[in-house]
């Protein structure tokens, strides 16, 4: 069962304009949320996150919503360069056992058309 | 550069084989994770090791199995391969995996059974 689900595989922007990606997740317990852009032949990087207890964070252009009661989370990129052409996983993370690990999205592949 | 060195990048082996990956996490990092994505998959969480010892465990076959050694660095053996253990296995490591800590992943090992 997944937990963690971006349901758009791919998605295509033209450059300067916004970008946005969507989550949704079913697991109550997750209280932390981050978003991670990979480039081929790379590890994923972090990108930003939120905690439960906020609904907006922002840093530079990438800014990510967090709806609870809808169990869904949004990043937005704006504007968009050719540069952020990536695929972007979601994932989410409950505290038990003492351990944080994180549960991914399939992820979404961004391209930005010049 | 994430920090994070992970060998061999590649490596191709036959069925019913065994092979280990290795990971160094970035200088002063406790924390140790390891995931597998397998083709059109998000990234599955395998195991955790905090400062030596194992933290938790998700799904992780029997066949597959991990340590984390004094020097952190940490190895994960893979037995009796199977062609569908063909994946990318990434390590990722955080300061201490007993909050929320960012964790930064390395470029990842290619798995390939023939």
């Known amino acids: 069962d997944q937990q963690v689900k971006q349901n758009s595989p791919s998605l295509s922007v033209q450059e300067g304009r916004i970008s946005i990606l969507n989550c949704d997740y079913t697991?109550?317990?997750?209280?932390?949320f981050l978003w991670y852009k990979k480039y081929p032949a790379e590890g994923p990087t972090f990108l930003i996150s939120?905690?439960?207890?906020?609904d907006k964070n922002e840093d530079g252009r990438f800014t990510v919503f967090l709806n609870k009661s809808a169990k869904h989370l949004s990043l937005h990129i704006v504007p968009s360069q050719p540069g952020d052409s990536a695929v972007y996983f979601c994932?989410?993370?409950?505290?038990?056992?003492?351990?944080?690990?994180?549960?991914f999205g399939k992820g979404t592949k961004l391209s930005v058309i010049p | 550069d994430s920090g994070v060195t992970q060998t061999p990048k590649h490596l191709i082996t036959a069925t019913g084989q065994r092979v280990t990956l290795r990971c160094s996490p970035r200088?002063?990092?406790?924390?140790v994770y390891w995931y597998q994505q397998s083709l059109d998959q998000g990234l599955q969480f395998l195991i955790q090791?905090?400062?030596?010892?194992?933290?938790a465990k998700g799904n992780i076959l029997e066949r597959f199995s991990a340590q984390q050694f004094p020097d952190l660095h940490s190895e994960l053996n893979l037995s009796s391969l199977e062609l569908g253990d063909s994946a990318l296995y990434f390590c990722?490591?955080?300061?201490?995996?007993?909050?929320?800590?960012?964790?930064?992943f390395g470029p990842g090992t290619r798995l390939t059974v023939l």
């Open positions: 990722a490591s955080s300061v201490t995996g007993l909050s929320y800590n960012e964790q930064f």
């Open positions: 697991n109550s317990m997750f209280d932390y």
């Open positions: 939120i905690s439960s207890i906020k």
């Open positions: 994932a989410a993370s409950a505290p038990g056992a003492g351990s944080y690990q994180l549960t």
């Open positions: 200088s002063g990092d406790l924390s």
């Open positions: 090791y905090y400062n030596g010892e194992e933290r």
